[in-house]
Nanobody
Framework: QVQLVESGGGLVQPGGSLRLSCAASGRIFSTDVMAWYRQAPGKQRDLVAQ???????TYADSVKGRFTISRDNAKNTVYLQMNSLKPENTAVYYC?????????WGQGTQVTVSS
């Protein structure tokens, strides 16, 4: 089994920054694909950023140049650095791990961007 625990969410003013963390435990492999998704109230869950084991990154168009995904394999942790935050970035952010065994989700962490 795999467990994912997100942290780092909170309330931030527009233009501010946050760094989300996702700590993975259980049967983790360096080949697993890690990603961040978000879901705003009344909306579907959408991909924010993805990072493959080979270092290939994918970002939603709306966050390119502002968000950065990274991973520390030694700590089994993936990060999402979010800069220049906007009110429309308010959502619950979820970590996802995808491997040959299946997909796993964390419980989510709330990010609220408001003055």
């Amino acid at each position: 089994q795999v467990q994912l625990v997100e942290s780092g969410g909170g309330l931030v003013q527009p233009g501010g920054s946050l760094r989300l963390s996702c700590a993975a435990s259980g049967r983790i492999f360096s080949t697993d694909v890690m990603a961040w998704y978000r879901q705003a109230p009344g909306k579907q869950r959408d991909l924010v950023a993805q990072l493959t084991a080979g270092g290939l990154t994918t970002y939603a168009d709306s966050v390119k140049g502002r968000f950065t995904i990274s991973r520390d394999n030694a700590k089994n942790t993936v990060y999402l650095q979010m800069n220049s935050l906007k009110p429309e970035n308010t959502a619950v952010y979820y970590c996802k791990l995808t491997s040959f065994r299946g997909s796993y989700w964390g419980q989510g962490t709330q990010v609220t961007v408001s003055s």
